[in-house]
T-cell receptor, first 113, second 118 residues
Framework: GDSVTQMEGPVTLSEEAFLTINCTYT??????LFWYVQYPGEGLQLLLK?????DKGSNKGFEATYRKETTSFHLEKGSVQVSDSAVYFC????????????FGKGTKLTVNP | NAGVTQTPKFQVLKTGQSMTLQCAQD?????MYWYRQDPGMGLRLIYY???????DKGEVPNGYNVSRLNKREFSLRLESAAPSQTSVYFC?????????????????FGAGSRLTVL
C-alpha cells in the first residue's frame, strides 16, 4: 500500500544551522506530496506542497523538491530559527479516488538559541 | 473565520463509557476527516467523508462510528471506550470537489481533542 517514511527524530539544532529532514514514499499511482507542521499544542498546518515530479514547494524559507527517480521529498531550510521548533510530517495523496492523505510518523525538531 | 472547530478539547472517560467528538467547519469544504495521533505512530485515518451524505472507513475504524450531519459537521462516536482509544483526535476538512481530481488535496486541521480512557 501507499506509505511514507521519514527520518526519526528528535532532531536538535542550534539557531542558524542547516536543516534536512528526509522523506521517501511508496505509491502505486502518481502522488501529490506535502509537508505539514505541528507547533506545540496546535493542529497540523500545511507548510508546502508539490503536485508533480521536479516541482519545488517552498514556504517560510523551507523547500522540498519532488524527486520521482528517488521517490523522495526531503525538507530543507538553510538557517533555522527557534520559532521553527515543531513536529514536521511528510504526507502524500494519490490522484483519483478519495485523495485522503497518508502521513509519515513525524519528526520533532528542537532549535536552541 | 474559525476554520475547523473541535469539541471538547479534553475528555476523560472510564472504560465502557460512550462519547461523541464534534467537529464543524465554516469554509464550505466538501470533504471531512477524523485522524488519531499516537506517539511514534504519526496520524492515522479513522474515517472520512468525501462529500455530504457519504462516509468511508480509513486505516483504523474499529471501535468508532461517524455521522456527517450536514456539510459543516462531522462527528466521531466511541460507543464503548477502551484504553487503546486514548489518543489525540484531529478533525480536518478539505475543499476537494467530487468527480474531479485536484491533485493537491490540502487539509485544514482543528486544534485537536485529547481523550484519556481509564
Amino acid at each position: 500500500g501507499d506509505s511514507v517514511t521519514q527520518m526519526e527524530g528528535p532532531v536538535t539544532l542550534s539557531e542558524e544551522a542547516f536543516l534536512t529532514i528526509n522523506c521517501t514514499y511508496t505509491a502505486t499511482g502518481y502522488p501529490s506530496l506535502f509537508w505539514y507542521v505541528q507547533y506545540p499544542g496546535e493542529g497540523l498546518q500545511l507548510l508546502l506542497k508539490a503536485t508533480k515530479a521536479d516541482d519545488k514547494g517552498s514556504n517560510k524559507g523551507f523547500e522540498a523538491t519532488y524527486r520521482k527517480e528517488t521517490t523522495s521529498f526531503h525538507l530543507e531550510k538553510g538557517s533555522v530559527q527557534v520559532s521553527d521548533s515543531a513536529v514536521y510530517f511528510c504526507a502524500l495523496s494519490i490522484k483519483g479516488g478519495s485523495e485522503k492523505l497518508v502521513f509519515g510518523k513525524g519528526t520533532k525538531l528542537t532549535v536552541n538559541p | 473565520n474559525a476554520g475547523v472547530t473541535q469539541t471538547p478539547k479534553f475528555q476523560v472517560l472510564k472504560t465502557g463509557q460512550s462519547m461523541t467528538l464534534q467537529c464543524a467547519q465554516d469554509m464550505n469544504h466538501n470533504s471531512m476527516y477524523w485522524y488519531r495521533q499516537d506517539p511514534g505512530m504519526g496520524l492515522r485515518l479513522i474515517y472520512y467523508s468525501a462529500s455530504e451524505g457519504t462516509t468511508d472507513k480509513g486505516e483504523v475504524p474499529n471501535g468508532y462510528n461517524v455521522s456527517r450531519l450536514n456539510k459543516r459537521e462531522f462527528s466521531l462516536r466511541l460507543e464503548s471506550a477502551a484504553p487503546s482509544q486514548t489518543s489525540v483526535y484531529f478533525c480536518a476538512s478539505s475543499l476537494r470537489s467530487d468527480g474531479f481530481t485536484s491533485g493537491a488535496n490540502v487539509l485544514t486541521f482543528g486544534a485537536g481533542s485529547r481523550l484519556t480512557v481509564l
